[in-house]
């Protein structure tokens, strides 16, 4: 992987392929070849055709588990907007707390990484887990096509597995940023709002277009705390 | 029933360890909660002149339609309905409530409640894991003996823990329902087990059903605990117009984003980030957007122990000022013994006034080989509390519970007499002063309890009195305050109701104020369980005019949820209902006139306030003084005897009560109560 690390050589950065230099950067810095970004790279880099077929998702979820009071309105609203229920085991996101485990171990946050290269898309036999191009390339289910085989499920390299089965109505189904719920009356998908987002007290949970850094958490789990009004105030407790 | 039900109520026989179900549906005209527990209490308690340590004492832990949904300050609400022990002279049919993660695990599991009956012949604890209902043995499984805490980890364990993709499947099929979460769990300490009037329900390690002594009672009929995880969902009737709704009550809600303070009091503000236990994070019921619940932080202090159940130790410190009590280390041990926080408020300034008047201590009249000498210290308080879970020392009086072990040392009228046990009424410690905040104080008089209903605390008091003591400016002059909060308090809309000076609190507005308070409590803030930290919400620094989410909120969710059309005033009505049944239900256990009481030194003294630990601050409130509206300093007002049992008298009469305070026939009749009327009459309590 030598070549991929030298991340200061002009040569291998290419204008002409639309990424910026973080974008180019942080794909080569990820999950090795899985980690390819949209749009084409140039340069001496020999990629299967399927890895450089697969564009990046133009939106992800960033979260902060130090900030989070663990109330799971994300859940709910994820739930309430996509089936219309009160549902902890139908969110696409997960919150799960241990009251008695030490902050900040006490909560962990499982959204859906947008993975530049999605191995519920790649394991999909029908092609139900898919990329929606018309939806910003968000990595979602087609339920219509879902055949109920839990490749997906299992094939999600994170724990809690993103990819999740809904028992009640028997598909998997994901985090598709809103992109499809038909129980709101806001816009959502990548160019409109997410409700957990939108639901969110402790403004934990946050919307990106750039692509986070792929190398194990910290670009999914960041410091929101930094900024907001109570940071103003310098009430926040000193941890970083 | 509309959405928001999940549509039966688990009913067990402790006696038989049994298990069945009844419908929601029989209960439906009580809309949940709490008013759907009296109802059941009514029907399945057969003897209620019980103690409440009798097989016979029915049990209910009640959710409502807005559990486990998105509705803020609603959706972790749980109540909990039986005869406490805490009471007295009488032990009342009484409520108590707590929040977290339990009351949504239940309805997930399909369940609106469940029902607890009789006495387990050995401990046992329920398992529930959606519709799948298991009365285990809480002694071959390693429970009983364990703190709250220890034995909500150990049911983790045995209910299980997540599978190896992260999701843990329960009922044994693939489609049999799947969760990333632990159980729900409510469980007693040793205090419970020992059957100590102290003895409270703990969940999530401090969201406490803390006041009543209902701990003990699940003690006295062998429940060590109850554990709940369900993957089901709840209906909702309109979810759009239930997003429509969280994003209207977020904006006129404390927000992290633009933190405002009213008066600088942040009134139930999320605590983590300002606990100065350590570097920790707000921590949340289900859905709140407050999130008050604050702590676990690098000391390990539980998510509730940042609100009163922290109060003990800051009360210890006061009485008498150490160094090295540790209030975070103080607080887990009162949640892992699952000590009711308030009950010691109330009695450690009392043993430590009786221990300095030579009374109490190592070979005195009360013989006490507790550390009396370093009291407040974190020595001390492991002592105390200890003495009080397990019956040591002083612990073997104190668990008959402070009222009934001061009257077995003689000392009940001499010392709620003098005021040296601030005892409010009923056996509760006092919390918000009677001679001056009307309708906590005669509220709790005419009630079961203290009853713990902040709802005019924070505007009427706090905000005010917070004001006038640091000369910061009022948010706005008096007249227009009570203006705008009568406005709210439909269906009477008095302004005179807020008149908190002396003549103010004996008149007929103020007989309108109370009777609001607990039409209102009953069903919007118990039955449709909404959180008292939250709502009812008078003033909002958020929102126009500072004009509060009262009174659009509470219908607004409920209808969203259950596709009714419930109007705020319906909701009244429903309360007042509710509330005539509590009053028929104390009147079957023999309540008179005699027992809506205040204890004495509230009659006799006029000092600001007999407690030297006391939160309190000096009581300014908006009074009318001469004919004009003002911020009035009412401090150090003794109650009037004469007026008050003329203004019980008017009460009565207000709410269609005989004189002796028994709700009439006809008032029990027109509000559908004929059942409870016919109770009453074969009773021979009916005039």
Redesign the interface.
Known sequence: MAENDDRNDEADYSPQSGLSRRQFVTGLGGIGLGAVLGGVITGGLAQPASAIAIPASQGYLLVDTKKCSGCDSCMLACSLTHHGKASLSLSRIQVAQNVFTPYPNDITISQCRQCPFPACVEVCPTGASHVDAANGNVRTVDVGKCIGCERCVNACPFTSSRADWNFEDKHAEKCDLCADTPFWNEKGGVGGKQACVAVCPMHAVTFTQEVPVQAGDVGYNVNLRSKDGWAKLGAWAKTT | MGGGYAGKILRIDLSAKAVSSIPTSDYEEYGGGHGMGSAIFFDLCKDKTVDAFDPGNVVTVMTGALQ???T?GA?GRCEVQGIGSQGYPKQWFTRTNFGG?FA?NL??AGWDGVVLEGKASSPVWVDIRNGDVVIRDAKTDGLWGLDT?ET??AI?SLVGG?GS???FEIGGS?????????PAVLSIGPAGENMCVSGCLVH???GGAGQTGMGSVWGSKNLKAISVLG??????AD??A???A??WA?KG?W?????KNLMGMWSNL?A????SA??????????????C?GG?????L??GSHCVDGGYGMFATAVNPKTDQDNAVTTDRLQRLGINAWEMCGSLPWLYDLYKQGILGPGKEIDSNLPWDECGSGAFNKAFLEAMAYKKDIGADLALGVARCAEKWGRYETDTTSGVLALQCHGYARHYDARTETEWGFGSMVSDRDINEHDFNWCMYWYVAFAAMYKMPFIMPAEQLVTMVAEKLLPYKDPKMLDYSEDGMYSDASVKLVAWHRHYSRFWKQSAIYCDWAIADFVSPYREGYSGLTPEYEPKFFNAVTGKNMTFEDGMELGRKIWNMDRAIWCLQGRTRDHDKLDEWQFLTGATRPIKASYEVPYTMPALVDGKWEYAYIDGRKLDKARTEDWKSRFYAFEGWDDNGVPTKATLEKLGLTKVAAALQAAGKLS
């Open positions: 486990g949904t998105l803020p959706s993660r949504g309805k997930y805490f909500e980890k983790y997540s993709d992260g999701w693939r489609d049999a329902g799947r969760t990333t979460q632990k999530e390690g401090g993957t089901g969902d709840v209906a909702i979810p759009k239930l997003m429509e969280r994003a977020q809600f927000s992290i984003e633009d933190p999320p983590g980030p300002a606990d350590g570097a920790g994070r707000a921590q949340g019921c289900l859905a709140c957007s407050k999130n619940h676990r932080g690098a000391k390990g539980a998510p």
